[in-house]
């Protein structure tokens, strides 16, 4: 009796297999609300640091153009551009001439570069990626290629002709600048594109040409033939060239012509 008592007892303090099965079932819907939680946290971050680092790679391109755009070299056909599209989608190009420095991101170069700004396929063939294609003007050494963001969806540029008044796709005026210049560059296809508009310095042909040298000689020969000519009109008149070489010369004759009144003393030097 005592021993059938007991295996009761023992029976009655141990867990039936149905309370078992849902504490597994409990535990298992914890672990997985855990996960989803902490899963859906890292993609969170993720994705607010690969948006922190596009928008500082954008910002960072928007302040290298306006920089390369307001400091052209003062001279006509600094900025040309023209547009591509590749599958329905913009892939523009704009050129410009750039000296060493932050125009090349290098300080170490001599003399002046033609300097592209466009997209080219990436290598695994997803997408384009953005970079500066560099060559020296005269050719010296093959065109370098210098990536800025390592993918991109599509890259477009319009130009402001401020005689037409009116946006272009293509800057081909060798003689004269867009007075403002607008890129757009998208992430990606379903992101917003940023854009920068940047406005260009007005320079013509006419500030190229060194124009005082040339002022300078053309006042001299006015003021030499206004001379001449008043010589000749003293001359017809009767009274002989004027000015003080003419004085001069009448004093060195003794033949000075002019009233007694006007005439200096005798022994002053002439004027």
């Known amino acids: 009796m005592r021993t059938a008592r007991a295996l009761k007892q023992a029976a009655r303090a141990g867990f039936t297999l149905l309370e078992i099965m849902l504490a597994v079932a409990v535990l298992g819907l914890v672990g997985i609300t855990i996960h989803r939680f902490v899963q859906g946290t890292l993609q969170a971050v993720a994705q607010s640091t690969q948006l922190a680092d596009e928008e500082r790679q954008l910002d960072a391109v928007g302040d290298f153009l306006r920089y390369q755009l307001q400091h052209l070299p003062v001279r006509a056909g600094a900025i040309s551009g023209e547009p591509h599209r590749f599958d329905e989608i913009s892939g523009d190009e704009v050129r410009w001439v750039a000296t060493a420095g932050s125009g090349l991101l290098t300080r170490y170069a001599g003399g002046e570069y033609n300097v592209a700004l466009t997209t080219r396929k990436r290598t695994d063939g997803d997408g384009f990626e953005l970079g500066l294609q560099r060559q020296d003007i005269e050719g010296?050494?093959?065109?370098?290629?210098?990536?800025?963001?390592?993918?991109?969806?599509?890259?477009?540029?319009?130009?402001?002709?401020?005689?037409?008044?009116?946006?272009?796709?293509?800057?081909?005026?060798?003689?004269?600048?867009?007075?403002?210049?607008?890129?757009?560059?998208?992430?990606?296809?379903?992101?917003?594109?940023?854009?920068?508009?940047?406005?260009?310095?007005?320079?013509?042909?006419?500030?190229?040409?060194?124009?005082?040298?040339?002022?300078?000689?053309?006042?001299?020969?006015?003021?030499?033939?206004?001379?001449?000519?008043?010589e000749n009109a003293g001359e017809r008149r009767g009274r002989g060239p004027s000015g003080p070489a003419a004085d001069q010369r009448a004093n060195r004759n003794g033949s000075d012509r002019r009233p007694p009144g006007n005439r200096p003393p005798e022994g002053a030097p002439p004027r």
């Open 140 to 230: 010296r050494h093959d065109a370098d290629w210098l990536p800025l963001m390592p993918k991109v969806h599509a890259f477009e540029v319009r130009y402001f002709d401020p005689r037409l008044q009116n946006w272009v796709e293509r800057w081909n005026d060798q003689t004269a600048r867009p007075s403002v210049v607008r890129m757009q560059l998208w992430p990606n296809a379903e992101a917003d594109p940023f854009e920068v508009t940047i406005p260009v310095p007005y320079i013509s042909v006419a500030a190229q040409l060194p124009q005082f040298n040339f002022n300078r000689g053309q006042r001299r020969r006015r003021s030499r033939a206004n001379q001449q000519r008043g």
